[in-house]
């Protein structure tokens, strides 16, 4: 058929339920749950094999700015109430919650998951936090091993309480303050706007994206150790929105208020910076206003939410457009991708399965590289031949390779690419 006659992509689902802005989106245990929060405070936890929500609360009195999964009974949530709290809230706790979504809730007081961590932080900045597992940390590795559903120690980075410039950098689960990065007084680069963070063998790698539309990479090569510049540019003429490293962490992309996303090097955490540094490459979309960039699991893809409605999908290796999805009527400000290395898409010998007698397997997820147990994972039962129609359900939701994207108009769209 005629590429002119083709009729234009629909989402496979929209989930509808929120009344304000949804600016946060997170997929969860093994793709089984997303996570959306909205711009009045509240989250809703969704099944993807129902589409019906879970679990529904609201745990801010303002903006979501993000959330993420910490171990397998952990949620953090990030509020412009300068709030970051983390929540007990394991699948099994789900029954317990309300399900009310918030366009039909009118109680302030519904019921929320146990509070089990709060830290008061700089949310002027209006950037999300971002967070790594502390593999420096002595209990880690045995933590993550025996996957008890114990959380294993992370950290976390937010902009600085005292300086809107600054970084400041938490531990969990101690709440204590391990380190802050200040202000590169060499250049002036106005709030910071986004963060991702890294470790690898105890050495850190801290991405930063400014309001000067400046982006720098920070390293530390021992706990001890100070904080190095590793790697600075401008690739944007706006403020910097999103950013999103590679799964492999080998390079990052940024997006901006600008039409430019920029791919950039990401060095190793002891080599010294290189005045003459520059981004790997420069692309010219012609879409200004780009934010909520996601790069998908596989390294393959990547999304960016538009301020023209419109949800744009590109490659990785060539950074050329390969779709523009359309359905929203306003503005798009987030975007997730499914987990690609979900439990039935692994190499069952690399996962390690477990055959049972009903002809069931349990699998885990695993880094397509390393082969190591993906954190926050669990052992996923794969049914049999034989298996009901709620798990074959279950099955089918959690291997989709689901794109979401969040919009003004308070609705997530479910999309099916790739």
């Not at 007990?88 to 399900?99: G, R, S, W």
């Not at 939410?305 to 359905?327: F, I, P, Q």
């Not at 397509?368 to 052992?379: A, K, V």
Request: charged share 20%; proline share 7%.
């Amino acid at each position: 058929m005629p590429t002119e006659h083709l009729s234009p992509a629909q989402p496979a689902y929209v989930l509808r339920g929120h009344t304000s802005q949804v600016h946060a989106l997170s997929f969860a245990h093994n793709n089984s749950r997303l996570f959306t929060g909205d711009a009045d405070g509240w989250v809703v936890s969704w099944s993807l094999a129902y589409k019906r929500p879970t679990a529904v609360w609201r745990p801010h009195s303002s903006t979501v700015l993000g959330f993420s999964v910490w171990g397998t009974d952990r949620v953090i949530t990030h509020g412009r109430d300068s709030k970051l709290l983390i929540w007990k809230l394991a699948i099994t706790d789900e029954e317990n919650l309300d399900k009310i979504l918030p366009v039909d809730n009118t109680q302030e007081n519904c019921k929320k998951p146990e509070i089990i961590h709060a830290l008061t932080v700089n949310t002027l900045n209006f950037c999300s936090f971002a967070w790594c597992p502390d593999d420096h940390d002595s209990t880690f590795p045995q933590v993550l091993s025996k996957q008890t559903g114990a959380p294993y120690p992370i950290l976390i980075s937010v902009p600085s309480a005292l300086d809107s410039e600054g970084i400041d950098i938490f531990k969990l689960p101690s709440e204590k303050r391990t380190s802050t990065i200040p202000a590169d007084k060499t250049v002036k680069t106005g709030m910071v706007m986004a963060l991702a963070i890294h470790s690898t063998n105890s050495k850190l790698r801290l991405i930063a994206g400014y309001e000067s539309g400046h982006t720098i990479v920070y390293g530390q090569s021992l706990p001890e150790n100070k904080w190095q510049k590793l790697y600075s540019a401008q690739p944007h003429s706006q403020p910097i929105l999103s950013l999103a490293p590679s799964p492999s962490f080998d390079y990052y992309l940024t997006s901006s208020a600008d039409a430019i996303i920029a791919k950039h090097p990401l060095l190793s955490a002891d080599t010294a910076v290189n005045p003459e540094s520059k981004p790997l490459k420069l692309s010219n979309t012609k879409h200004a206003g780009q934010q909520g960039l996601s790069i998908r699991s596989d390294g393959k893809i990547y999304a960016t939410a538009g301020w023209d409605a419109r949800v744009h999908v590109y490659s990785a290796k060539t950074m050329k457009e390969l779709a523009v999805l359309k359905w929203h009527k306003e503005g798009c400000y987030a975007t997730a991708f499914a987990e690609i290395d979900a439990p039935a898409a692994h190499s069952l010998e690399a996962a390690g399965p477990y055959q049972s007698n009903d002809g069931s397997e349990q699998i885990q997820a695993v880094n397509s590289s390393t082969n190591e147990p993906l954190p926050g994972t669990t052992l996923t039962t794969v049914p049999a031949p034989s298996s009901t129609v709620s798990q074959r359900r279950d099955l089918k939701a959690q291997t989709t390779h689901w794109l979401a994207a969040g919009s003004k108009d308070g609705k997530v769209s479910l999309w099916d690419i790739y």
